[in-house]
């Protein structure tokens, strides 16, 4: 590539200074800081991760994991002369673990059979490719199946199986596609007589690494780009929701995740609900997660249930005797993945293929945890791990929420339990991201380290993308602390969404990565070896006066409001409301609002019920409100600085489920929590809640007791910067989240670097996203640079993430 000068001029910028110590130590960086979150979420494992190309290949769906399912879907008619009938069936299935298969019927002259339809258009095919075809089969006449792969006018790829007289026995084949689809179908023929299938299956030979049964080889990849140091898997709600017994001699179709089903040849892993709604084949089990994480040089982290459900699911395990099972379960596991040939469990690994240990270092115990039997079971599972693999190290988890009353309780509990990590989830709003860049530098250094296991700012778009990049930075600086981190979720099918946002996006033949993705890969490949400290002075914009509307609302819960009145700092009423004459100042949005009795009330069960009134200019002021909760799950939404449907501040009185309650703030409809109390709502008494809004400052309080008071100052930082250190080699890694470009006066601290370096920046407008379409809208741009020295001047554009990697002489 060609150079360009360090010192470029673009129109309209702010200064200020960088600073780095380059003499310094700096912070050692471990060696795992930055790794993925893998979840069966969108359809990420079939469909997905998993190279299967056929949909419910063993006749499994099943209306209990999605109304619409049954054991055909995805699968019809294909008469080609003959005549067929197609029915489930359970009479001598395939194995115990295996129940439903096809039986195909057909009569008349020709052929006929099934067809399956794939995901999303259809089996994607490509011209040249090799694809490995198996099935189950029983006739009690011998003859032979045609299976064909078809675009709907052309036969791409073609097998024929001589299938014998007798019971039920495995038959393969392979065929290179003769053409390219993204919409084929794949054929099953039959001739006369009754044929039963099971386990039809078809995979593409270029699976990652080669590997049989495996992952999709361009998905794979765009993991592997992140180089990412650990894989936590199975998922979050997907590893501790569901029932507890084993699939043996129960057919429950709701049971929690339990490894030792999900291990072993596929046609014998019994298929389960997914909590996200739709069917999981356990085509990726434990032993595939691990063989995954190897491939990618990434260390396995599974994540497994300590008996206390959530996730929405209030099913705790107390039955000792169970229990006691679920433990041994968790160390059989560290001996499948850690114990040798001659163990049981070490046994079993070797005899699928991979002998030497896979090295577990990590477990984790729990995901979300928000019952009090955690505290009870979570102590049995870490005991036993201690006395039997002393080095293995623990994660506990501190629920939900980014803090409050419960945050600080499962932190407390994870100190006392010795923990070695504690797992914080958060999904919020970019701005929470940009205002909390210093939240790790503030944690105890001495105690359990930080696993910042789920995060997301709600978003796709670059400026979504720039938020976390700005945390990263304080993650970087805080690598004492925080040991392990990983944005979630990490994959979803554009067809199949359960969640959003995501990491990378596919559909059945193609993939892209997200501007989160880029911001992940640049920091993740980037890491050094150790922290320098730096600091950055400028200027600051301004952030004005929180403002806007108010409203009242409920979730899931049924109402009474009364004697609503807001005051101006000044003592002017601005609305003052007891509905006895209706409800004309207010704006009601979903739900069933009416004035009964002289009150406001809501009566209909329904997520996000709301009613709005005031105006979008109204600043500094007071609110109060007499709240009755009537019925249903939870307790109050009293709005204050509504700007819109998706930008406003609600306090969330009795949420989630009526065990905590938070200062919520929205920002284009991702909300996240400001401040938390523990807070609950008693049905039929009547709360008289007030709110004060004072510049920026909040303060909340409950019948005349104050409950929050804080600050959201929501500032946005002129540069966001952390500088890192690998063997000779210093980066600089800035991110600009303003309109304006920053000219940045460096300075290394006398540090003799080479004046060509390499810079990697991140650029867009604020709203730009990626898509199939536009695969690379955004995406990193890498050039080499000239004029640098000890000190310089840089221009970091608006909207930036810039990378600036030097070379000490």
Not at 251 to 256: C, G, L, N, V
Not at 425 to 435: E, G, I, S, T, V
Not at 521 to 532: A, C, E, H, I
Not at 771 to 797: C, K, L, M, N, Q
């Given at each position: 590539?060609?150079?360009?000068?360090?010192?470029?001029?673009?129109?309209?910028?702010?200064?200020?200074?960088?600073?780095?110590?380059?003499?310094?130590?700096?912070?050692?960086?471990?060696?795992?800081?930055?790794?993925?979150?893998?979840?069966?979420?969108?359809?990420?494992?079939?469909?997905?991760?998993?190279?299967?190309?056929?949909?419910?290949?063993?006749?499994?769906?099943?209306?209990?994991?999605?109304?619409?399912?049954?054991?055909?879907?995805?699968?019809?008619?294909?008469?080609?002369?003959?005549?067929?009938?197609?029915?489930?069936?359970?009479?001598?299935?395939?194995?115990?673990?295996?129940?439903?298969?096809?039986?195909?019927?057909?009569?008349?002259?020709?052929?006929?059979?099934?067809?399956?339809?794939?995901?999303?258009?259809?089996?994607?095919?490509?011209?040249?490719?090799?694809?490995?075809?198996?099935?189950?089969?029983?006739?009690?006449?011998?003859?032979?199946?045609?299976?064909?792969?078809?675009?709907?006018?052309?036969?791409?790829?073609?097998?024929?199986?001589?299938?014998?007289?007798?019971?039920?026995?495995?038959?393969?084949?392979?065929?290179?596609?003769?053409?390219?689809?993204?919409?084929?179908?794949?054929?099953?023929?039959?001739?006369?007589?009754?044929?039963?299938?099971?386990?039809?299956?078809?995979?593409?030979?270029?699976?990652?690494?080669?590997?049989?049964?495996?992952?999709?080889?361009?998905?794979?990849?765009?993991?592997?780009?992140?180089?990412?140091?650990f894989l936590r898997f199975p998922g979050g709600c997907v590893t501790n929701v569901g029932t507890y017994d084993p699939y043996a001699g129960n057919q429950d179709r709701r049971r929690i995740y339990q490894w030792k089903e999900?291990?072993?040849?596929?046609?014998?892993?019994?298929?389960?609900?997914?909590?996200?709604?739709?069917?999981?084949?356990?085509?990726?089990?434990?032993?595939?997660?691990?063989?995954?994480?190897?491939?990618?040089?990434?260390?396995?982290?599974?994540?497994?249930?300590?008996?206390?459900?959530?996730?929405?699911?209030?099913?705790?395990?107390?039955?000792?005797?169970?229990?006691?099972?679920?433990?041994?379960?968790?160390?059989?596991?560290?001996?499948?993945?850690?114990?040798?040939?001659?163990?049981?469990?070490?046994?079993?690994?070797?005899?699928?293929?991979?002998?030497?240990?896979?090295?577990?270092?990590?477990?984790?115990?729990?995901?979300?945890?928000?019952?009090?039997?955690?505290?009870?079971?979570?102590?049995k599972f870490a005991d036993a791990i201690r006395a039997r693999y002393p080095k293995i190290k623990i994660i506990s988890n501190s629920g939900q929420t980014s803090q409050g009353a419960w945050f600080d309780r499962m932190w407390?509990?994870?100190?006392?339990?010795?923990?070695?990590?504690?797992?914080?989830?958060?999904?919020?709003?970019?701005?929470?991201?940009?205002?909390?860049?210093?939240?790790?530098?503030?944690?105890?250094?001495?105690?359990?380290?930080?696993?910042?296991?789920?995060?997301?700012?709600?978003?796709?778009?670059?400026?979504?993308?720039?938020?976390?990049?700005?945390?990263?930075?304080?993650?970087?600086?805080?690598?004492?602390?925080?040991?392990?981190?990983?944005?979630?979720?990490?994959?979803?099918?554009?067809?199949?969404?359960?969640?959003?946002?995501?990491?990378?996006?596919?559909?059945?033949?193609?993939?892209?990565?997200?501007?989160?993705?880029?911001v992940q890969r640049l920091f993740s490949t980037n890491v050094g070896d150790r922290v320098l400290p730096s600091t950055f002075e400028g200027e600051t914009a301004p952030v004005a006066d929180i403002s806007g509307a108010i409203?009242?609302?409920?979730?899931?819960?049924?109402?009474?409001?009364?004697?609503?009145?807001?005051?101006?700092?000044?003592?002017?009423?601005?609305?003052?409301?007891?509905?006895?004459?209706?409800?004309?100042?207010?704006?009601?949005?979903?739900?069933?609002?009416?004035?009964?009795?002289?009150?406001?009330?809501?009566?209909?069960?329904?997520?996000?019920?709301?009613?709005?009134?005031?105006?979008?200019?109204?600043?500094?002021?007071?609110?109060?409100?007499?709240?009755?909760?009537?019925?249903?799950?939870?307790?109050?939404?009293?709005?204050?600085?509504?700007?819109?449907?998706?930008?406003?501040?609600?306090?969330?009185?009795?949420?989630?489920?009526?065990?905590?309650?938070?200062?919520?703030?929205?920002?284009?409809?991702?909300?996240?929590?400001?401040?938390?109390?523990?807070?609950?709502?008693?049905?039929?008494?009547?709360?008289?809640?007030?709110?004060?809004?004072?510049?920026?400052?909040?303060?909340?309080?409950?019948?005349?007791?104050?409950?929050?008071?804080?600050?959201?100052?929501?500032?946005?930082?002129?540069?966001?910067?952390?500088?890192?250190?690998?063997?000779?080699?210093?980066?600089?890694?800035?991110?600009?989240?303003?309109?304006?470009?920053?000219?940045?006066?460096?300075?290394?601290?006398?540090?003799?670097?080479?004046?060509?370096?390499?810079?990697?920046?991140?650029?867009?407008?604020?709203?730009?996203?990626?898509?199939?379409?536009?695969?690379?809208?955004?995406?990193?741009?890498?050039?080499?640079?000239?004029?640098?020295?000890?000190?310089?001047?840089?221009?970091?554009?608006?909207?930036?993430?810039?990378?600036?990697?030097?070379?000490?002489?």
């Amino acid at each position: 590539m060609g150079t360009e000068a360090a010192k470029f001029r673009i129109e309209g910028y702010t200064s200020g200074k960088l600073n780095v110590d380059t003499r310094a130590k700096g912070t050692k960086v471990g060696p795992d800081l930055y790794g993925v979150f893998y979840e069966d979420i969108n359809h990420a494992a079939d469909g997905g991760l998993y190279a299967e190309l056929v949909q419910n290949r063993s006749f499994e769906f099943n209306a209990t994991d999605e109304r619409s399912y049954t054991g055909l879907t995805a699968w019809s008619k294909a008469e080609r002369g003959a005549t067929a009938t197609l029915a489930v069936a359970g009479e001598e299935p395939l194995n115990p673990q295996n129940r439903n298969y096809l039986r195909v019927d057909v009569t008349g002259d020709g052929t006929a059979g099934a067809v399956n339809a794939g995901f999303n258009r259809g089996l994607p095919l490509k011209a040249g490719r090799r694809y490995d075809l198996s099935l189950w089969a029983r006739r009690t006449e011998p003859g032979p199946l045609t299976v064909t792969a078809e675009d709907g006018t052309s036969v791409l790829g073609k097998a024929t199986l001589q299938v014998k007289a007798g019971g039920w026995a495995k038959y393969a084949a392979s065929f290179t596609a003769s053409g390219t689809t993204d919409a084929g179908r794949l054929v099953v023929q039959a001739p006369a007589g009754r044929t039963d299938l099971d386990m039809v299956s078809l995979f593409p030979r270029d699976t990652y690494k080669g590997r049989r049964n495996g992952m999709r080889a361009d998905l794979a990849k765009l993991i592997a780009d992140l180089e990412p140091q650990f894989l936590r898997f199975p998922g979050g709600c997907v590893t501790n929701v569901g029932t507890y017994d084993p699939y043996a001699g129960n057919q429950d179709r709701r049971r929690i995740y339990q490894w030792k089903e999900t291990i072993g040849p596929v046609e014998e892993r019994p298929a389960n609900f997914n909590f996200w709604g739709y069917n999981q084949s356990y085509g990726i089990g434990y032993y595939e997660y691990f063989q995954f994480a190897e491939d990618v040089g990434a260390e396995a982290l599974p994540v497994l249930s300590v008996g206390v459900n959530g996730c929405g699911e209030n099913r705790p395990l107390t039955d000792e005797a169970k229990l006691a099972r679920w433990v041994q379960d968790t160390l059989d596991l560290i001996e499948f993945a850690n114990g040798p040939v001659t163990s049981v469990w070490g046994a079993k690994r070797a005899a699928m293929g991979h002998p030497k240990p896979f090295g577990l270092d990590y477990i984790g115990l729990g995901n979300e945890e928000i019952y009090p039997e955690f505290f009870t079971n979570y102590p049995k599972f870490a005991d036993a791990i201690r006395a039997r693999y002393p080095k293995i190290k623990i994660i506990s988890n501190s629920g939900q929420t980014s803090q409050g009353a419960w945050f600080d309780r499962m932190w407390q509990f994870a100190r006392d339990q010795k923990a070695d990590l504690v797992d914080e989830h958060y999904y919020n709003n970019p701005d929470w991201f940009l205002a909390n860049n210093h939240r790790y530098d503030s944690y105890d250094r001495t105690g359990p380290k930080v696993f910042v296991g789920e995060y997301a700012s709600r978003g796709n778009a670059l400026s979504n993308a720039l938020a976390e990049a700005s945390y990263l930075t304080g993650i970087e600086r805080n690598a004492d602390v925080v040991e392990l981190a990983s944005y979630a979720p990490l994959l979803a099918n554009v067809d199949y969404v359960d969640w959003t946002p995501d990491l990378i996006w596919f559909d059945n033949d193609e993939a892209y990565g997200t501007p989160n993705y880029h911001v992940q890969r640049l920091f993740s490949t980037n890491v050094g070896d150790r922290v320098l400290p730096s600091t950055f002075e400028g200027e600051t914009a301004p952030v004005a006066d929180i403002s806007g509307a108010i409203g009242l609302g409920a979730w899931n819960t049924q109402v009474r409001y009364d004697d609503v009145k807001v005051t101006s700092a000044d003592g002017t009423v601005l609305l003052s409301d007891d509905f006895a004459a209706g409800a004309g100042a207010w704006t009601p949005g979903a739900g069933t609002w009416a004035v009964q009795d002289g009150a406001y009330v809501q009566t209909a069960q329904v997520e996000d019920a709301r009613s709005t009134a005031g105006s979008a200019e109204w600043s500094n002021y007071t609110m109060e409100v007499t709240a009755r909760k009537t019925a249903g799950a939870e307790g109050f939404l009293v709005m204050f600085g509504v700007r819109d449907t998706g930008n406003f501040y609600w306090w969330n009185v009795g949420g989630w489920n009526n065990t905590q309650s938070a200062i919520e703030k929205a920002v284009n409809g991702g909300k996240s929590s400001i401040a938390t109390s523990a807070t609950t709502v008693e049905t039929g008494r009547d709360y008289r809640l007030k709110i004060q809004v004072d510049g920026r400052r909040i303060t909340t309080w409950l019948d005349g007791e104050r409950v929050n008071e804080f600050v959201d100052s929501a500032a946005v930082e002129p540069l966001y910067q952390v500088v890192s250190r690998d063997g000779k080699s210093v980066t600089l890694k800035v991110v600009n989240a303003q309109g304006t470009s920053v000219r940045g006066s460096v300075d290394l601290g006398g540090a003799r670097v080479r004046p060509e370096g390499t810079v990697t920046s991140l650029t867009g407008a604020p709203s730009d996203t990626n898509s199939i379409a536009e695969p690379d809208r955004v995406a990193p741009v890498e050039r080499r640079v000239s004029g640098f020295s000890s000190a310089f001047t840089y221009d970091f554009p608006a909207y930036s993430v810039t990378f600036v990697r030097l070379t000490e002489r």
